[in-house]
C-alpha cells in the first residue's frame, strides 16, 4: 500500500519536472525565433518618447534586449 503511494508521488513529481524542463526548452527556442521586440518596435518607442533614434542607439537596444534572453 505505501508502495503504490510512493510510486505515485514519485511519478507526480518525475512529470512535473520533465513537463517543466520540456516547456521551458520550448518557449526558449519559440523566443529566439520569434522575438517580442524588434527593431521597428524600437524605433518607434524612442520616437514616441520625443527622441529621434539612430541606428546606433538601435543596435545598443537590440544587444541589451538579446542579453537578457
Known amino acids: 500500500m505505501w508502495i503504490d503511494i510512493l510510486q505515485i508521488v514519485l511519478g507526480f513529481i518525475a512529470g512535473v519536472v520533465v513537463g517543466f ?8 527556442k519559440y523566443l529566439k525565433k520569434n522575438p517580442p521586440i524588434n527593431e ?8 514616441g518618447m520625443g527622441r529621434t533614434p539612430t ?8 544587444k541589451q534586449m ?3 534572453m
Open 21 to 28: 524542463l520540456v516547456s521551458r526548452k520550448l518557449m526558449t
Open 40 to 47: 521597428e518596435m524600437i524605433k518607434t518607442l524612442m520616437s
Open 55 to 62: 541606428q546606433k542607439q538601435v543596435n545598443q537596444m537590440m
Open 66 to 68: 538579446q542579453k537578457y
